[in-house]
């Protein structure tokens, strides 16, 4: 972050709002293999429902769920769908999307020696950005593109359990409003990018 800020002489806040995107742009491969795997594997689902049906009258729960899986991953493998892409990919992304938000706490915090350049770096009404928000309109921002992620994610859906899960996040998204509004400005020159990159690539 601190070389690309040298390098281009931009303004911090749009440093790291750049970086956010700049990184979503990059593992932007990994999420397309997610979806195609993710699409061959749902257009199994009427193979994979009968081998489940199949499979239920085994008396043993052990033998039952060896054999359920054993059949289910061959059935996957037989169409060339490697079922574990569609949870590893999105796991492989977190570590890089964890360390760039760690980066830029760290680089808010007093004794850093970006601190001083950090206080400001920002624009408009959020100028200091190792400070929180006054207005709290950065943190009811990134809010409400939390609660529309959570949204558009659940909106092809019909599964209840899904429903109930979205009810859940954006109640505790919500709740937790006080508390992640006090973190400093320059936090949600990440957090704001990175979360209207998510809504974009989800519609």
């Given amino acids: 972050l601190s070389y690309l ?12 709002g750049g970086a956010a995107i700049a990184l979503r742009v990059v593992i932007l491969p990994t999420v397309y293999l997610q ?5 061959q594997l749902l257009s199994l689902r009427p193979q994979l429902i009968k081998v489940r049906e199949e499979t239920e009258s085994i008396a043993s ?4 769920v060896w054999e359920r899986v054993s059949r ?3 059935l996957c493998r ?14 492989a992304q977190i570590p890089f999307l964890l360390a760039l938000v760690l980066a830029v706490r760290r680089m808010l915090l007093p004794d850093t020696p970006w601190a001083d350049a950090m206080s400001h770096g920002g624009a408009l009404w959020f100028t200091d950005l190792t400070r929180s928000d006054p207005t709290f309109a950065l943190p009811v921002v990134s ?6 992620n959570f949204q558009l994610a659940s909106s092809g859906s019909r599964s209840g359990l899904l429903y109930g899960a979205r009810n859940v996040l954006q109640a505790g998204a919500v709740v937790a409003l006080p508390f992640y509004a006090e973190l400093p400005c320059g936090v949600f020159m990440y957090w704001i990018p990175n979360s209207c990159f998510s809504l974009i690539q989800t519609t």
Avoid at 7 to 13: D, F, N, R, S, V
Avoid at 35 to 39: A, C, D, G, I, L
């Fill in 78 to 91: 037989s169409h060339g769908v490697r079922p574990m892409r569609v949870v590893a990919l999105p796991l």
């Fill in 35 to 39: 979806v195609r795997e993710t699409r």
């Fill in 72 to 74: 289910m991953y061959a």
């Fill in 61 to 64: 729960p052990n033998a039952r």
């Fill in 143 to 148: 809010l409400l593109v939390i609660l529309a």
């Fill in 5 to 16: 800020q040298s390098a281009t002489g931009a303004p911090w806040w749009l440093t790291i």
